[in-house]
């Protein structure tokens, strides 16, 4: 089981009152890819339209996503978290590494806006969970408030 605890006390402590958000998400980023099995852990940052690649773990990945097109663009236009037990049955997944068995895409918000989402992978099908979601949603918005 993930300690979504530990990280997110370490998250507040790396991210308060640091104004940087490429800073901020490349630390959390490192923070998320000590959860055990994963193969990708990052985001994609909104602008205009499309989904772009920020600082991240893991192998090279897709550098633009359109709104609407895989997990990721999908959530983004839902506005909400979504968790794929098995990517090869979501219709439009965008294989950026076939490795990756199950995915979970956090939006995230900054002022009421969309500014991104947050991307994680792993090769265990079914490995993200409820747990997994309702945690990575209360790190998300510990994050968002340090966004701008």
């Known amino acids: 089981m993930a300690d979504y605890t530990c990280i997110t006390k370490q998250l507040a402590a790396l991210t308060s009152g640091v104004n940087h958000n490429i800073a901020n998400l ?11 099995d994963l193969n990708w852990a990052g985001f994609y940052i909104l602008e205009e339209n499309v989904l772009v690649l920020g600082p991240f773990q893991g ?12 997990v ?20 439009g997944h965008i294989a950026c590494d076939g490795a990756s068995n199950s995915e979970i895409v956090v939006p995230l918000f900054v002022n009421g806006r969309l500014f991104g989402v947050m991307d994680i ?3 265990v099908f079914d490995r993200f969970n409820e747990n997994d979601r309702i ?5 998300a918005s510990i994050l968002q408030s340090n966004l701008k």
């Open 59 to 70: 192998k090279p990945a897709c550098i633009e996503i359109p709104m609407g097109k895989g």
């Open 26 to 36: 490349a630390n959390v980023s490192a923070l998320l890819w000590q959860l055990p």
């Open 72 to 91: 990721c663009g999908k959530a983004a236009l839902l506005g909400k978290t979504l968790v794929v037990p098995d990517v090869h049955k979501f219709k």
């Open 121 to 123: 992978d792993s090769p």
């Open 135 to 139: 945690s990575l949603e209360q790190f």
